[in-house]
Nanobody, 121 residues
Framework: QVQLVESGGGLVQGGGSLGLSCAAS????????MGWYRQAPGKQRELVAT???????NYADSMKGRFTISRDNAKNTVYLQMNSLKPEDTAVYYC???????????????WGQGTQVTVSS
């Protein structure tokens, strides 16, 4: 099996910064894209940012210039640095990883359990 464990959420004042990390472990041969999504109360889960194995990134428009996604392939870990946070960034943040496990050619998307980020005004 594969597990994704997130850390780094919490409460921060508007305008502040917060960093999240997500480490994948288990039966992993390789990881393709990794990413972050978020879900605010009463809203659908939405894309925050993604990053490929080679480091190519993609951001939702509202996060561009404020959030930075990065990864450490040796550690199977993806990071999200969030700056200039706004109250509307309050949500549960989920990481995901497209994992190829050993003994199978299939690629499966796994999700973390989510970490709460709350931005006060």
């Amino acid at each position: 099996q594969v597990q994704l464990v997130e850390s780094g959420g919490g409460l921060v004042q508007g305008g502040g910064s917060l960093g999240l990390s997500c480490a994948a472990s288990g039966n992993i041969l390789s990881i393709n894209a990794m990413g972050w999504y978020r879900q605010a109360p009463g809203k659908q889960r939405e894309l925050v940012a993604t990053i490929t194995t080679g480091g190519s990134t993609n951001y939702a428009d509202s996060m561009k210039g404020r959030f930075t996604i990065s990864r450490d392939n040796a550690k199977n870990t993806v990071y999200l640095q969030m700056n200039s946070l706004k109250p509307e960034d309050t949500a549960v943040y989920y990481c995901n990883a497209d994992v190829r496990r050993t003994w199978t050619p299939a690629v499966t998307r796994y999700w973390g359990q989510g970490t709460q980020v709350t931005v006060s005004s």
